[in-house]
């Protein structure tokens, strides 16, 4: 049973450019959540994708945005890239309906962003 | 904003000891929950514990619960070299339409051979 799959692993990308990142979540699961998590610090949510729309979102600008598709795959999109951007993103799966939850999220092994 | 504070940053211990982190929160919750990073990948989910659950144990873990002092605590038992990693633990808000999980810090453990 595969589980959370992020590609790619690794990125360097140049101050302003676009970047999309990719996850595939777990098997049975509906619904995929995306974190930044910079060197030292928890993870910080971005946002959460249930039935192809966003349901939360967190403290982050415009420039980052997402897409969930029919096979609840998602993509994370972050625009005009800064210096800042710098991070492990971290795909999350779990279900949508959270009561049916009796555990945690099931995380991916993130993408390593690098922006210079 | 970081919701959970885990303490210590920091503890170092010997093979066969037990280690005891602490988290704590700001608002109320639904549940929470612990997850082990190894060396800045994936993170691992350990145990989850529900706001109306006070204990809960998981082979070698046990997870307390008091959201009188919204703190909790992690204990790993006879630790092994292998649990060395930064252990988090995360909060799910109470409230219908709060999705997210918010994370402390973080307490990087290293387990001596």
């Known amino acids: 049973d595969a589980g959370v799959t992020q590609s790619p692993t690794h990125l360097i990308k140049t101050r302003g450019q676009q970047v999309t990142l990719r996850c595939s979540p777990k098997?049975?699961?509906?619904?995929v959540s995306w974190y930044q998590q910079a060197l030292g610090q928890g993870p910080q949510f971005i946002f959460q994708y249930y039935e192809e729309e966003e349901r939360q979102r967190g403290n982050f600008p415009d420039r980052f945005s997402g897409h969930q598709f029919p096979n609840y795959s998602s993509e994370l999109n972050v625009n005009a890239l800064l210096l800042g951007d710098s991070a492990l993103y971290l795909c999350?799966?779990?279900?949508?309906?959270?009561?049916?939850?009796?555990?945690?999220?099931?995380f991916g092994s993130g993408t390593r962003l690098t922006v210079v | 904003s970081q919701q959970g504070e885990e303490d210590p940053q920091a503890l170092s211990i010997q093979e066969g000891e037990n280690a005891t982190m602490n988290c704590s929160y700001k608002?109320?919750?639904?549940?929470l929950q612990w997850y082990r990073q190894n060396s800045g990948r994936g993170l691992v989910h350990l145990i989850l514990i529900r706001s109306n659950e006070r204990e809960k144990h998981s082979g070698r873990l046990r997870v307390t619960l008091d959201t009188s002092k919204k703190s909790s605590s992690l204990l790993i038992t006879a630790s092994r070299a292998a649990d060395t990693a930064s252990y988090f633990c995360a909060t799910e808000g109470a409230g219908g339409s709060n999705y997210k999980l918010t994370f402390g810090k973080g307490t990087l453990l290293t387990v001596n051979p």
């Open positions: 098997s049975g699961h509906d619904t």
């Open positions: 999350a799966s779990s279900l949508g309906m959270r009561w049916k939850e009796t555990g945690g999220y099931t």
């Open positions: 608002t109320s919750i639904n549940n």
